[in-house]
């Protein structure tokens, strides 16, 4: 069973810094993307960043300059620096992944329950 754990949320004031973490655990054979998303209260889902396995990047306009995606493959775990925070940053944040579970069977895909955060003052 494969679960997915973000950490790090919580308020902060705008111009503000926070870092998000989102640890894999669980019989994991290897991760191949991983994502991070965010819901704001009355809208969809969006994606804000994602990083290959070999550590390519992209990254929502919204966020571009501001935010820094990164993986730690030794430790199954994604990081999101979140810099210059907006109001408008504030949302759940999710964790979001690839992952095979074994050779036979192809990548499943995994979300984490979500983490907060919110930028007020």
């Known amino acids: 069973q494969v679960q997915l754990v973000e950490s790090g949320g919580g308020l902060v004031q705008p111009g503000g810094s926070l870092r998000l973490s989102c640890a894999a655990s669980?019989?994991?054979?290897?991760?191949?993307?991983m994502d991070w998303y965010r819901q704001a209260p009355g809208k969809q889902r969006e994606l804000v960043a994602g990083?290959?396995?070999?550590?390519?990047?992209n990254y929502a306009d919204s966020v571009k300059g501001r935010f820094t995606i990164s993986r730690d493959n030794a430790k199954n775990t994604m990081y999101l620096q979140m810099n210059s925070l907006k109001p408008e940053d504030t949302a759940v944040y999710y964790c979001?992944?690839?992952?095979?579970?074994?050779?036979?069977?192809?990548?499943?895909?995994?979300w984490g329950k979500g983490t907060l955060v919110t930028v007020s003052s």
């Open positions: 979001n992944a690839l992952i095979r579970v074994s050779f036979v069977s192809p990548a499943g895909n995994y």
């Open positions: 669980g019989s994991i054979l290897r991760i191949n993307a």
């Open positions: 990083i290959s396995n070999g550590g390519s990047t």
